[in-house]
């Protein structure tokens, strides 16, 4: 996790060069989410230990509030205040900052023995990934959980155009960027402090329907502060992904824990970016509202199915474990 850090100072770093050709600022954008992914699978793979049982799932929710409020923030104050360079440059010391947090404030454990003792290749630990998660339909259902974000992240991605539809300025940009975040720090609240760990497991389904379905309404094109008020909305139905990552969690062993939030990780990136392209292009067809009201319709399909079918599998879990009520 430090050797990433240090890394993104450096990326992150080059890419608030005004000098900077755009190719080579792509390409350091590439090398910065990149890194993300193991410092995500390692930081996933050691949160268990330092916070075991549902201290978990109130700790996810911390980290989750910080990640949205330090977004609404970015959003905002980079829209309205700061150049894109000069917020590069901050955002480069924010990850010398991280470094800096993990040498002091966390202290080394043992990494889970591993088995035979041997050094595993980069491409068998990825496929054991990849046999892990999909080798078990739990694993599975909560992976695609995760990976609805997809299609709720097309907000974010389509702010610049949808602004422009609605006759609005840079700072409306960034307020239409930090609506889902700000909603996904009032369900992280909500979800973390009020409802107990088996009202979460239960609540999972709808909550990730919730996500999607407000999204619809952008379609008929309605003023920025409704626009704001239903993209929020969608924003704290998404906070059932502490529920599903808790769940994901007490679903693996120690041992295959970095392995398998590799593969969701991984997997997360790629829809994110696929979901904005896919977005994007759309958009270009039949303008920003229309395509983010599609992204909606088609990811409340997608949750609705995932719903149902946890909804499923949730039975029969309850049927075979005595305290299944409170597990996954």
Known sequence: MIVCDLFRVGTVGLMAIPSMPFAAVCALLFCTVLTGVPFSS????????VLPGDMFVLGSAIGNITYQASQILGFVAGAAVLDPHKTLGIDAATFA???????????????????????ASLWSVSADGVRIVFGSRLLQTLLLFGW????????????????RSLHGNTLTVGLLMAAVPLGMVIGAFLLGRVAAPSARIRMMGWLA?????????????????????LWTLAGTGGAYQL???????????????????????????????????AGGAVAQLIGAPL??????????????????????????????????PESP
């Not at 329907?209 to 008020?229: D, E, M």
């Not at 970095?258 to 990136?269: C, E, I, M, N, T």
């Not at 395509?291 to 399909?301: E, H, I, K, Q, Y």
């Open 42 to 49: 390692a930081r996933a793979a050691l949160m268990p230990d």
């Open 97 to 119: 900052v991280s470094a800096l947090i993990l040498v002091a404030g966390v202290r080394s454990r043992p990494a889970p023995a591993r088995a035979g003792g041997t050094r």
């Open 148 to 163: 609805l974000a997809g299609f709720y992240i097309v907000p974010e991605g389509l702010a610049a155009p949808y602004a």
């Open 209 to 229: 329907v919730l996500s999607c379905a407000p999204l619809i309404g952008s379609a008929w094109s309605p003023p920025v502060w409704a626009v704001l008020a």
């Open 243 to 277: 529920a599903a990552a808790a769940a994901f969690v007490q679903a693996l062993r120690p041992d295959t824990r970095a392995r398998a939030f590799g593969v969701a990780q991984s997997g997360l990136y790629a829809v994110q970016g696929l979901g904005i392209l």
């Open 291 to 324: 395509a983010v009201g599609l992204a909606g319709l088609v990811g409340l399909t997608a949750a609705t199915m995932l719903a149902t079918s946890w909804t499923h599998l949730r039975g029969r879990l309850i049927q075979t474990r005595p305290n299944g």
